[in-house]
T-cell receptor
Framework: IAGITQAPTSQILAAGRRMTLRCTQDMRHNAMYWYRQDLGLGLRLIHYSNTAGTTGKGEVPDGYSVSRANTDDFPLTLASAVPSQTSVYFC?????????????FGPGTRLTVL | EDQVTQSPEALRLQEGESSSLNCSYTVSGLRGLFWYRQDPGKGPEFLFTLYSAGEEKEKERLKATLTKKESFLHITAPKPEDSATYLCAVQGTSGTYKYIFGTGTRLKVLA
C-alpha cells in the first residue's frame, strides 16, 4: 500500500440501509478527514480526526459517524442512508490538523442511494 | 467568513497556448494555500503549497504564485495531458482545522 486506499470503489445502496466506507493510510499521518464532493459545491468536510481516539465534526456531519481506533484506519458510517447522501466521498490525511500541512487524498468512493 | 473563488469555471486552450487560472481568497490569516489537480473519477492530486505572499513554486509546465488576495496557477505551453480540473484550497488561522475549497477550474487542452 502506498498512500491512502478507500473501499469500495463504488456502491449502489437502498435508502434506509447502513453503509460503512473504509479508509486506510500508510503514511503514519496523525490527522484524517472525510469529504464529500458534489457538482457545483466543491469538497465539503464531513468529519475529521486529529489523532487516534479523537474525532470532530466538519461542515456537513449530519447522518454520518466516524471512529478512529488506530492511526491507519478512519471508517465513515451512514447509519440509515438517504438519497441526498448520493455523492463521491474522499478520505484524506495530513501530518497534523490546522498546521498548514498538506492533505493527501484517496481515490474516492462513488455512492448512489436510491 | 473564509471564502475561495476560482475563475474561470472552464477554460479551453490550444496545445502550446499559455494561460493562468485564478484563485481569489478571503481568510482571516493564511496558514497555507494549496493547489490540486483532479482527473475525472479520481481523487485530488497535490501540486503545490504556498504559505506567504510573494512565494512561487514550479513543477514542469506549472507555476503557482501568491499575493495577499489571490493565487495564480500559470500553465506554460500546455499539453493535452494537462487537461483536468484544478482545485484551490486555503487554510486560515482562525483556530479551526478547515480547508476551504474552491469549485475548481476545468481545463481542456486541445491537440
Amino acid at each position: 500500500i502506498a498512500g491512502i486506499t478507500q473501499a469500495p470503489t463504488s456502491q449502489i445502496l437502498a435508502a434506509g440501509r447502513r453503509m460503512t466506507l473504509r479508509c486506510t493510510q500508510d503514511m503514519r499521518h496523525n490527522a484524517m478527514y472525510w469529504y464529500r464532493q458534489d457538482l457545483g459545491l466543491g469538497l465539503r468536510l464531513i468529519h475529521y480526526s486529529n489523532t487516534a481516539g479523537t474525532t470532530g465534526k466538519g461542515e456537513v456531519p449530519d447522518g454520518y459517524s466516524v471512529s478512529r481506533a488506530n492511526t491507519d484506519d478512519f471508517p465513515l458510517t451512514l447509519a440509515s442512508a438517504v438519497p441526498s447522501q448520493t455523492s463521491v466521498y474522499f478520505c484524506a490525511s495530513s501530518n497534523e490538523v490546522g498546521a498548514g500541512d498538506t492533505q493527501y487524498f484517496g481515490p474516492g468512493t462513488r455512492l448512489t442511494v436510491l | 467568513e473564509d471564502q475561495v473563488t476560482q475563475s474561470p469555471e472552464a477554460l479551453r486552450l490550444q496545445e502550446g497556448e499559455s494561460s493562468s487560472l485564478n484563485c481569489s481568497y478571503t481568510v482571516s490569516g493564511l496558514r497555507g494555500l494549496f493547489w490540486y489537480r483532479q482527473d475525472p473519477g479520481k481523487g485530488p492530486e497535490f501540486l503545490f503549497t504556498l504559505y506567504s505572499a510573494g512565494e512561487e513554486k514550479e513543477k514542469e509546465r506549472l507555476k503557482a504564485t501568491l499575493t495577499k488576495k489571490e493565487s495564480f496557477l500559470h500553465i506554460t505551453a500546455p499539453k493535452p495531458e494537462d487537461s483536468a480540473t484544478y482545485l484551490c484550497a486555503v487554510q486560515g488561522t482562525s483556530g479551526t482545522y478547515k480547508y476551504i475549497f474552491g469549485t475548481g477550474t476545468r481545463l481542456k487542452v486541445l491537440a
